[in-house]
Every structure is written in structure tokens, then in C-alpha cells.
């Protein structure tokens, strides 16, 4: 199949801090599979312009976390060879299509998205949400109509955003003609990896809740939070019966965990099942389970821990990968962005748009 037949997906992340092993799970696995298919073009970004809508008074944040994105990137797997990487604020364009979706969404309509709803309720905005917040969905549409991407690898809680995203896709087409190209999600395959909890239990791992495992966390620091992790509080004794379904530790196992891996560092139990009939019976405690899942995460970091080493070591390699990442989105992007000036004939000096449109006026009145 010749490149340009293949589907696109585009997927980012926002530079507020390290990725932790709930973007992992969540999205950054889905997306390395897909780019390793050979089946996609895939455009995997670092969203500095949509961080900034809560942080425009701490810059410095975002600058800094820039290149921890980049470098989390890199270790897990996306490669530059197949994957477009590439800085949001690099890519202009994506700015002049935000300003035109912005004429096609009602203020009510994005008050009502959930997503939105809810993260300005933990951000504790109440009555001065910044602009550039509550429009967020409006920008995510332009980052994947800008690349034409049929495929979005997010977690659940992007469903709302994107089904928003949809919708101004549709409404843009319906007036202006088929222009835009509509996308769907791509979710993870397992349920607990849709929305992996904080170490401490609660709905969902964040960095500003300091409740996550980083991807690039020492042994140590992964140990000392696996094993402080929440279980079951009523599991006081070995011996007593266990809840697994709201217990922390087996959400992280389900979300992680491969027989294979129960079979190498728990072979009494052969699969994850078993051990979660045995703690519900009782007899399994929760030191056992905590160590278990601490061997699979390190099984799991290693080898992205050197990954990431390699390019600390190499900063001008991963410059140059950014830089030759943001000219191709670039180019693509203002693609797009020419058919849309097209279709709703606002090219006004091309071709004597402009004139013809005059002249067409005159002569019908």
C-alpha cells in the first residue's frame, strides 16, 4: 500500500510533567503497536499550546517538561523513522484552524462536555475559567484535522473531547462541503487500562496529585510507591478473604500483568485469575501481591530506562528529531489548512478570487 493510502492516527500529550505508566498503559503502548504495524502514518505530539491554557502564569513548566515528553516518547518506542514528533506551538497553522472551528461551536455546547466539566472541578476554576480551557476541544479538533487523522489513540476520558470534535467536523462540512475528515477513538483493550487509578487509590493517576508511577522512576522510588499502594482495608490477615475488584494492586495487575508473568515470578497461580480466586478465599497476602506487581513494572521500565538513558545522553539527536518533526507537521498542516481557506472561499488573492466574487455580485443585482 503507498503511504499516502494509509490511515493516519495522531495522538499527544501535554508537557506538564513526565509521562507516568498510566499513559502507558492508557495510550502510549496502543500507539507504538500501530506505528510499529507499518499499517499507518502516525503523528504523535507534545501539546504545549493546549498546557499552557492552565499554566500561561507558569511558563517555565511548560518549557522544562518539553523535553521530558520528548524523551518519554522516545524510550517507550516511538520512532522517528515512522512517527511524526513534533512541538504543537511549532505548527501555526494549527492556531489559524482553531480560530475558524471557534465560529462553529456554541459557548453552551462546550460547557456541557464532561471532560471539560470535570477538569474545571479538580482545577477549581469556578467562575474564572481561562478561555483557552473551556475551548480546548476546539483545538484538539484542529491538531487532528489538520493531519486528516481517521484514528485517535486516547484514554476514556477523551471520548466526550473527541465526539465534540466530530461534531465540528460535520457542521464545517455541511457548510462549507466534504473538506474534513472525521476521526474515532482508539480505546486500550483492556478495561483497566482505560483509567488507571493513582497509587493512592483514588480515580486517576496525576501528576498534580503526585499519585503516579513515571516512567522514568528509579527501582527505588518505584518500590517504595508499589509498596505503599492502597489494597483492601478489610484484608487485615493472610488468612482472611480479600477483595480484588477495587483493590488497587489488581487493578495495576489486570491493567499489566500477562500470565506469562504471573507463571515467572508467581508460578503457583499459573494465571492472574487463580491468584484473584486464591485472595478472595483468603491466604494470599498483601506483601505477595505488592511484590508481584512491583517485579512486573520493573520487567516492564528496564528496558525504557535505558532507552531513555541513551537519549539523555544524546540531547542533540532528539533536538533534531523535534526539529525535523515540526517542518514535515508543518507542511502537512498548511495542507489542510489551504483546502479549508479554499472551500469557504476566503483565498480572496488566488486565482482573482476576489474579483470574481465582486463581479458575480454586481452582475446579480
Same mark, same amino acid.
Given at each position: 500500500? *503507498?503511504?499516502?493510502?494509509?490511515?493516519?492516527?495522531?495522538?499527544? *500529550?501535554?508537557?506538564?510533567?513526565?509521562? &507516568?505508566?498510566? &499513559?502507558?498503559?492508557?495510550s502510549?503502548?496502543?500507539?507504538?503497536?500501530?506505528q510499529?504495524?507499518?499499517?499507518?502514518?502516525?503523528?504523535?505530539f507534545?501539546?504545549?499550546?493546549?498546557?499552557?491554557?492552565?499554566?500561561?502564569?507558569n511558563?517555565?513548566?511548560?518549557?522544562?517538561?518539553?523535553m521530558?515528553?520528548?524523551?518519554?516518547?522516545l524510550s517507550v518506542?516511538?520512532?522517528?523513522?515512522?512517527?511524526?514528533? +513534533? !512541538?504543537?506551538?511549532?505548527?501555526p497553522?494549527?492556531?489559524?484552524?482553531?480560530?475558524i472551528?471557534?465560529?462553529?461551536?456554541?459557548?453552551?455546547?462546550?460547557?456541557?462536555n464532561?471532560?471539560v466539566?470535570?477538569e474545571?472541578?479538580?482545577?477549581? +476554576?469556578?467562575?474564572s !475559567?481561562?478561555?483557552?480551557?473551556?475551548?480546548?476541544?476546539?483545538?484538539?479538533?484542529?491538531d487532528t484535522?489538520?493531519?486528516?487523522a481517521? %484514528?485517535?489513540?486516547?484514554?476514556?476520558d477523551q471520548?466526550p473531547?473527541t465526539?465534540?470534535?466530530?461534531?465540528i467536523v460535520?457542521?464545517?462540512?455541511?457548510?462549507?462541503?466534504?473538506?474534513?475528515?472525521?476521526s474515532t477513538?482508539?480505546?486500550? =483493550?483492556?478495561?483497566?487500562?482505560?483509567?488507571?487509578?493513582?497509587?493512592?487509590?483514588k480515580?486517576?493517576m496525576?501528576?498534580s496529585m503526585?499519585?503516579?508511577?513515571? %516512567?522514568?522512576?528509579?527501582?527505588?522510588? !518505584?518500590?517504595?510507591?508499589?509498596m505503599?499502594?492502597f489494597? *483492601?482495608?478489610n &484484608?487485615?490477615?493472610?488468612?482472611?478473604?480479600?477483595?480484588?475488584?477495587? =483493590?488497587?494492586?489488581?487493578?495495576?495487575l489486570?491493567?499489566l500483568?500477562?500470565?506469562?508473568?504471573?507463571?515467572?515470578?508467581?508460578?503457583e497461580?499459573?494465571?492472574?485469575?487463580s491468584?484473584e480466586?486464591?485472595?478472595?478465599?483468603?491466604?494470599?497476602?498483601?506483601v505477595?501481591?505488592?511484590? %508481584?506487581?512491583?517485579?512486573?513494572?520493573e520487567k516492564?521500565?528496564?528496558?525504557?530506562?535505558?532507552?531513555? &538513558?541513551?537519549?539523555?545522553?544524546? !540531547?542533540?539527536?532528539?533536538?533534531?528529531i523535534?526539529?525535523?518533526?515540526c517542518?514535515?507537521a508543518?507542511?502537512?498542516a498548511q495542507?489542510?489548512?489551504?483546502?479549508?481557506?479554499?472551500?469557504?472561499?476566503?483565498?480572496?488573492?488566488k486565482? =482573482?478570487? %476576489?474579483k470574481k466574487?465582486?463581479l458575480?455580485?454586481?452582475?446579480?443585482k
Amino acid at each position: 500500500m *503507498d503511504k499516502k493510502e494509509k490511515p493516519v492516527f495522531v495522538t499527544g *500529550d501535554r508537557p506538564t510533567g513526565k509521562l &507516568h505508566i498510566g &499513559h502507558l498503559v492508557g495510550s502510549l503502548k496502543t500507539r507504538v503497536e500501530m506505528q510499529d504495524s507499518g499499517k499507518y502514518q502516525s503523528y504523535i505530539f507534545i501539546a504545549d499550546m493546549q498546557a499552557l491554557t492552565d499554566n500561561a502564569k507558569n511558563p517555565e513548566k511548560i518549557r522544562e517538561s518539553i523535553m521530558e515528553v520528548a524523551l518519554d516518547y522516545l524510550s517507550v518506542g516511538v520512532d522517528p523513522q515512522k512517527s511524526t514528533i +513534533f !512541538i504543537q506551538s511549532q505548527v501555526p497553522q494549527l492556531n489559524e484552524l482553531t480560530v475558524i472551528f471557534l465560529n462553529l461551536v456554541t459557548l453552551s455546547r462546550l460547557q456541557r462536555n464532561p471532560t471539560v466539566k470535570n477538569e474545571i472541578k479538580e482545577k477549581g +476554576f469556578k467562575d474564572s !475559567i481561562p478561555v483557552g480551557f473551556l475551548v480546548y476541544p476546539i483545538s484538539q479538533t484542529a491538531d487532528t484535522t489538520a493531519f486528516n487523522a481517521t %484514528l485517535l489513540p486516547v484514554g476514556e476520558d477523551q471520548n466526550p473531547m473527541t465526539e465534540q470534535g466530530r461534531e465540528i467536523v460535520r457542521t464545517f462540512n455541511a457548510i462549507y462541503g466534504d473538506t474534513l475528515v472525521e476521526s474515532t477513538n482508539v480505546l486500550p =483493550n483492556k478495561k483497566d487500562s482505560m483509567r488507571l487509578p493513582g497509587t493512592d487509590g483514588k480515580a486517576k493517576m496525576s501528576k498534580s496529585m503526585n499519585n503516579c508511577i513515571y %516512567l522514568s522512576d528509579t527501582p527505588e522510588e !518505584i518500590k517504595t510507591k508499589v509498596m505503599g499502594m492502597f489494597t *483492601d482495608p478489610n &484484608h487485615i490477615k493472610v488468612e482472611m478473604p480479600g477483595e480484588t475488584e477495587n =483493590n488497587t494492586v489488581f487493578v495495576y495487575l489486570r491493567a499489566l500483568a500477562t500470565d506469562e508473568d504471573i507463571r515467572q515470578f508467581a508460578p503457583e497461580f499459573e494465571t492472574l485469575k487463580s491468584l484473584e480466586n486464591q485472595y478472595r478465599k483468603g491466604g494470599v497476602g498483601d506483601v505477595k501481591i505488592k511484590k %508481584l506487581l512491583l517485579s512486573i513494572i520493573e520487567k516492564i521500565l528496564t528496558p525504557i530506562r535505558e532507552k531513555r &538513558h541513551y537519549y539523555e545522553e544524546h !540531547i542533540d539527536e532528539v533536538i533534531k528529531i523535534l526539529e525535523d518533526g515540526c517542518e514535515k507537521a508543518r507542511s502537512v498542516a498548511q495542507e489542510t489548512l489551504s483546502k479549508v481557506r479554499k472551500a469557504m472561499g476566503i483565498e480572496y488573492f488566488k486565482d =482573482n478570487a %476576489l474579483k470574481k466574487y465582486y463581479l458575480e455580485t454586481k452582475k446579480n443585482k
